[in-house]
């Protein structure tokens, strides 16, 4: 076992970790909105309840629930690391690095991840904690949900916590595959070109529900 906790410290082994949780995540992210979209049908619950009880049974989504927890942790963790050691060397070693050329997301990748950690805290709190200890299930988490989006605070911490997530994937999705190695003149400006993409939409997905549930969407009975 020694070896492994070598590999995972070792510089190497770090970067490999923040670059292939990274991309679970995206690949999350985007299962994770799909998903939320069915709360744009104002149709009372319906289609979302459907939603919920279909992830709620299937072993597939409950085993990859699980290492999305391990995966955040991780990330949340190695990029802690990363970050600490690239202020000792002056931001030398790492593809997230803090040089002056570099963009606003670049620059900022650590207080951005802090950010969504943050948002992320409030989030699980809200709904899935709530499902967890059984004061919400799959029949009224809908409720919460437009409840929940309803309150012009937490519109406030949601819509703040999307767009930290856009400069944060802007920068991250493509940093991932550097970091994999994938670092080509013919292909990295396609991988960047496809990182605006995703995050250009995946932020516009999620920054959009809270606001259409907001001004659209009454409150259930
Ligand atoms: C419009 C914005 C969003 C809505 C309406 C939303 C809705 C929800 C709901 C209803 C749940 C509870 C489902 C359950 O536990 O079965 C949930 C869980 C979760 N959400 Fe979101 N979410 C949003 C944005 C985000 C964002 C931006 C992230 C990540 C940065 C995120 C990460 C998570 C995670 C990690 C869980 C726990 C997943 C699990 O246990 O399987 N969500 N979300």
Do not use: C
Not at 22 to 51: C, I, M, P, Q, S
């Amino acid at each position: 076992m020694k070896w492994l906790t070598d590999f995972l410290i070792s510089s190497i082994g770090r970067k490999l970790i923040m670059g292939l949780t990274g991309l679970f995540l995206v690949f999350f992210l985007a299962v994770h909105l799909f998903g939320n979209t069915n709360l744009l049908y104002n149709d009372g619950g319906e289609a979302f309840t459907k939603y919920v009880q279909f992830m709620k049974v299937n072993p597939i989504i409950k085993i990859s629930a699980y290492m999305l927890y391990i995966f955040i942790v991780l990330h949340a963790i190695q990029g802690t690391l990363l970050w600490i050691n690239n202020r000792k060397s002056k931001g030398k070693t790492y593809a997230v690095s803090t040089n002056a050329n570099a963009g606003f997301a670049a620059k900022n990748m650590f207080y951005l991840g802090l950010l969504i950690f943050v948002f992320l805290v409030f989030h699980m709190g809200d709904f899935w904690l709530k499902m967890k200890t059984g004061s919400l299930d799959e029949y009224t988490l809908y409720s919460g949900v437009v409840a929940t989006f309803k309150i012009p605070a937490y519109l406030v911490i949601y819509e703040l916590g999307i767009i930290a997530l856009f400069f944060h994937l802007n920068h991250g999705f493509h940093s991932a595959f550097q970091t994999l190695g994938l670092n080509h003149s013919k292909y990295t400006p396609i991988i960047k070109g496809f990182g605006w993409i995703y995050s250009i939409i995946i932020s516009l997905g999620y920054f959009i529900i809270p606001l259409y549930v907001y001004f659209t969407v009454p409150i259930p009975a």
